[in-house]
C-alpha cells in the first residue's frame, strides 16, 4: 500500500473486545489480528479459500470462520506472523471495488462514513496509477458522491470531482 494514500485501520469489536482491525488499498484487503500472549507461528491453522477465512490455533476450533465481505484471489493472498500480530494479506477479485467491511456481517456502525473516506483514497490510488507523471497525494474530492472506483475514470477527471492543490 503506497504511503501516499494510507488508508484507515478500522475495528472489529464483539462485546467490547477487539476482535480484528483492518484497512483496504485498491488492490488489497489486510486483516490485523492479536493472538493470545505466547502464541507462535508454528501454532496458528489459517486456510483462505477464495470466498473465506478460516483462522484459529492448530487443535481447535477456529477463532474466525467467516466469508469475506467480496471474493479474493486466493493464490496471491497469504498470511505472515510478524512482531507478534498476525496478518493477513488478501487480494481483491476486482481491483478498486470498496469493500464495507472485510467479513460479511461485520459492519460497525460508522462504516457508511469510512466506506467513503476509502471510496476517495481508492480513487486517488487508481488516478495516480493511471496518470503517473503527476502527484495526487494533496488531492481532495468536492462534494458528497463519490465515483464508483471500479469504473474507467477518466470521465470523472474535471474539475468538479476533484480538486487538485498545486506546489510551485
Known amino acids: 500500500m503506497s504511503e501516499k494514500f494510507k488508508h484507515n485501520r478500522r475495528k472489529f469489536e464483539y462485546q467490547g473486545r477487539t476482535i480484528y482491525e483492518w484497512d483496504q488499498s485498491i488492490e488489497e484487503i489486510n486483516i490485523y ?26 487443535g481447535n476450533p477456529p477463532f474466525i470462520n467467516e466469508p469475506f465481505f467480496s471474493t479474493i484471489k ?23 471495488e470498496t469493500w464495507m ?14 466506506n467513503e473516506e476509502d471510496k476517495k483514497k481508492i480513487m486517488l490510488e487508481r488516478f495516480q496509477e493511471e496518470h503517473a507523471g503527476f502527484d495526487f497525494s494533496g488531492a481532495e474530492f468536492t462534494g458528497n458522491n ?18 487538485l492543490k498545486y506546489k510551485y
Open 74 to 96: 486466493q493464490k496471491d493472498s497469504f498470511w505472515t506472523f510478524e512482531d507478534g500480530i498476525i496478518h493477513v494479506t488478501l487480494q481483491k477479485m476486482n481491483k478498486a
Open 146 to 163: 463519490v465515483p464508483d472506483p471500479r469504473k474507467c475514470i477518466y470521465k470523472f477527471l474535471n474539475i468538479k470531482y476533484i480538486k
Open 101 to 114: 467491511a472485510a467479513l460479511k456481517g461485520h459492519l460497525n456502525q460508522n462504516e457508511s462514513l469510512l
Open 33 to 58: 489480528i492479536q493472538p493470545p500472549p505466547g502464541l507462535t507461528s508454528k501454532m496458528v491453522a489459517c486456510e483462505i479459500t477464495p470466498t473465506q477465512l478460516i483462522l484459529g490455533i492448530k
